[in-house]
């Protein structure tokens, strides 16, 4: 089975062609502040737009607001919720029945301690996300070019597709595929030139270096 991309973190026309181009299957928008990686909400709808249908559109949100949700799901085109902070199960399942989108919980792991979350998580969601854990005191709660220990989540079950996320590259991401037997990869800064700018070639090689392998 063909592994699928989510190429998240998109701002710019150019940089969701280049994902669009190289054959991603989803592409993410983020709606928070902090990052560098942050788009306003006409700005996302207008690059929505723009995708050609098949190709799923994602907003990342961080411990977002109803009223947030509101504005962002009644002016975007969406077809999944990806919720990046943290949010309580019960939370997850209500944004999931409030705005009838398939919801992505993305879960951190850093340890051991942490992967019991996938399975309390994956009752209430429609996919998982299983990223590193930010290190404490960290500005954002994802996309900061870190991976994990993968051997954590090798071989285990799951109840939930998932996808995998946490400092991939054009130059480890088979690697991890190998070792966690993912189906569906996620990769922000491993694809950028600088924080929040993409890169069309690297865009490519990722996606290209999965194919490949």
């Known amino acids: 089975m063909e592994t699928r991309v989510?190429?998240?973190?998109?701002?710019?026309p150019d940089a969701v062609s280049a994902a669009v181009e190289a054959g991603a299957q989803y592409l993410g928008f983020?709606?928070?502040?902090?990052?560098?990686r942050h788009v306003e909400v006409a700005t996302a709808r207008d690059l929505a737009l723009d995708v050609p249908v098949g190709v799923a559109k994602v907003a990342l949100v961080v411990n977002a607001t109803d009223a947030e949700l509101d504005r962002i799901t009644s002016e975007v085109p969406l077809d999944m919720l990806q919720?990046?902070?943290?949010?309580s199960p019960e939370r997850v399942a209500e944004i999931r029945?409030?705005?009838?989108?398939?919801?992505?919980?993305?879960?951190?792991?850093?340890?051991?301690?942490d992967v019991p979350a996938l399975d309390a998580y994956g009752m209430v969601c429609d996919q998982l996300l299983v990223d590193a854990k930010a290190s404490k005191g960290a500005d954002l709660p994802g996309g900061n070019g870190l991976s994990f220990d993968w051997r954590l989540i090798?071989?285990?079950?799951?109840?939930r597709p998932w996808m995998l996320a946490g400092g991939l590259t054009p130059e480890n991401v088979v690697l991890a595929i190998q070792m966690t037997g993912a189906k569906q990869v996620d990769v922000s800064s491993g694809v950028e030139s600088a924080p929040g700018v993409k890169d069309a070639g690297k865009i490519r090689a990722f996606i290209e270096t999965i194919r490949a392998a």
């Open 83 to 87: 919720l990046h902070g943290k949010e």
């Open 6 to 12: 989510k190429i998240c973190g998109l701002k710019t």
């Open 30 to 36: 983020v709606f928070f502040p902090k990052s560098p």
């Open 97 to 113: 029945s409030r705005y009838g989108l398939p919801v992505m919980k993305a879960v951190g792991v850093a340890s051991a301690e």
């Open 154 to 159: 090798s071989k285990r079950a799951w109840n």
